[in-house]
């Protein structure tokens, strides 16, 4: 198959990836009103109040994951055993590479978390991308492209779609341990934070090890880009610890989410999912500044109003769910699951707090944030060694295979460590933390009856 047509087109200069091209046919995905939202849609939410400089956009994110996906496609179909994929599948895996995150909502992941008000970013992608009157829509048809199958792609876990093999293949070189959304966010997000991290990835040396394992259906490396993607995973592992779950980043996210709720659940309050789907960042916080003096809050002291100030709530206790601890997953795992049932908890500890300490709390004064436990390393790759496999092994090995690399045994533990932890956050009444860390009825009764 040739792929010529990805050299032709427009001529972008991207800092990760240097210059790169869009064909023509894909300049008005790239021109779409709903692609261009992506320009103020921030790829690391607040993270930029720890990192100033990570204010890069889901926008330079997702041409990125274009560029990669095509070199994704040029190395499995130059592979030894090249997936059955032809003209029309590999322009429907480059659209779905360039509109993977459409559907994101502002602030990234965070209103995803909010189950009961909003919807997976793939199911909202989907929602766009097979409407028929979205920009998006219009292009793909305007270039050939299939818009169910494009859906199909980047929703492919969808309970409610029966994929054809056709198209889970595609799902597959997307989305898994080695896939151009990770690689382009990884590498992105560290330069962008100014942290080293992404350094250390020998970029070359893994895009140019992609194979494809016929038995699986998914991309596979040689075993020259081992340490390539050892290098990867760890850098990953890096970014979550020290950037992407940073606790002054958590407890921005915390707030974020609790002044959402609180204003949707409000009597009174007219807004809805619709008003969330189509608005940019600065779009939404006017939204909600708005809506918060129309119902006759004040806006300063309102969690929107704090986070814009940088007022964040503080660390007062943290649970460590390893060992012992491990004992309460079920009932934080619960909590994470139901916001409402979250937030009745946070109003419960600061009635409880205002009892013990005379402080008059209005019950955002607390907030419990609760990390997604699941979130740990893929490891699930198959190595290929050809005339270099160890004796007496059969091709492919797999990744976490002691001979081919012990990282799994060094990491995980150590990923779940930092990834399973609850923190308690309060705002800086005086005398709150303390109470908070002094206080023993309520957190070893109060969560496990939560």
């Known amino acids: 198959m040739d792929l010529g047509f990805l050299d032709t087109g427009k001529s972008i200069r991207d800092p990760i990836w240097g210059y790169f091209r869009i064909p023509p046919d894909f300049l008005p995905l790239v021109d779409a009103e709903e692609f261009q939202r992506l320009r103020d849609i921030s ?106 199958r494009v859906a199909n792609v980047i929703d492919y876990q969808s309970a409610e779609q029966a994929l054809p093999e056709r198209d889970l293949r595609l799902a597959y070189v997307l989305s898994g341990t080695l896939d151009p959304d990770k690689i382009d966010y990884l590498l992105r997000d560290s330069r962008y934070c100014g942290v080293p991290f992404g350094e250390s990835v020998n970029r070359d040396r893994l895009l140019s090890s992609i194979t494809f394992d016929a038995r699986s259906q ?114 934080f795992t619960a909590l994470y699951d139901n916001p409402n049932a979250r937030r009745r908890l946070e109003l419960e500890i600061c009635l409880q707090m205002s009892r013990k300490t005379g402080l008059e709390l209005s019950g955002d004064e607390v907030l419990v944030d609760i990390p997604r436990f699941t979130k740990s390393p893929q490891l699930d790759l198959q190595v290929f060694f050809g005339h270099h496999l160890p004796y007496n092994r059969e091709d492919p090995l797999s990744f976490d295979d002691p001979e ?47």
């Open 404 to 450: 081919v690399s012990l990282l799994k045994d060094s990491l995980i533990g150590n990923f779940d460590a930092q990834a399973k932890v609850v923190r308690i956050f309060c705002a800086n009444e005086p005398g709150l933390a303390a109470a908070l860390r002094a206080e023993t009825d309520f957190f070893s009764d109060g969560f496990k009856q939560a």
């Open 218 to 331: 998914r991309p596979a490396i040689t075993y020259k880009g081992v340490s390539a993607v050892e290098a990867l995973i760890f850098t990953n592992y890096l970014m979550y610890r020290n950037v992407y779950w940073h606790h002054t980043v958590r407890s921005a996210n915390a707030m974020f989410k609790r002044g959402v709720q609180d204003l949707l659940q409000h009597p009174d309050c007219r807004l809805s999912e619709s008003d969330f789907n189509r608005a940019t960042e600065s779009d939404l916080v006017h939204r909600l500044e708005h809506e918060i003096e129309r119902v006759g809050l004040d806006r300063r002291s309102s969690m929107i109003g704090r986070l814009k100030r940088r007022k964040l709530h503080k660390v007062a206790r943290t649970f460590q769910l390893i060992g012992d601890g491990g004992e309460l997953i079920p009932q």
């Open 43 to 148: 790829q690391l939410g607040h993270v930029f109040l720890v990192y100033p400089g990570a204010r890069h956009s889901r926008f330079e994110h997702s041409l990125g994951v274009f560029h990669l996906t095509g070199q994704f496609l040029r190395r499995l179909l130059d592979s030894d055993q090249a997936p059955g994929i032809d003209l029309e599948d590999a322009r429907v895996l480059l659209a779905a590479g360039l509109l993977h995150d459409i559907g994101h909502y502002p602030y990234s992941h965070l209103l995803e978390e909010m189950q009961m008000f909003f919807v997976d970013h793939e199911v909202r992608g989907r929602q766009i991308i097979e409407d028929p009157d979205t920009e998006v829509h219009q292009a793909l048809l305007g270039a050939g492209i299939d818009p169910l």
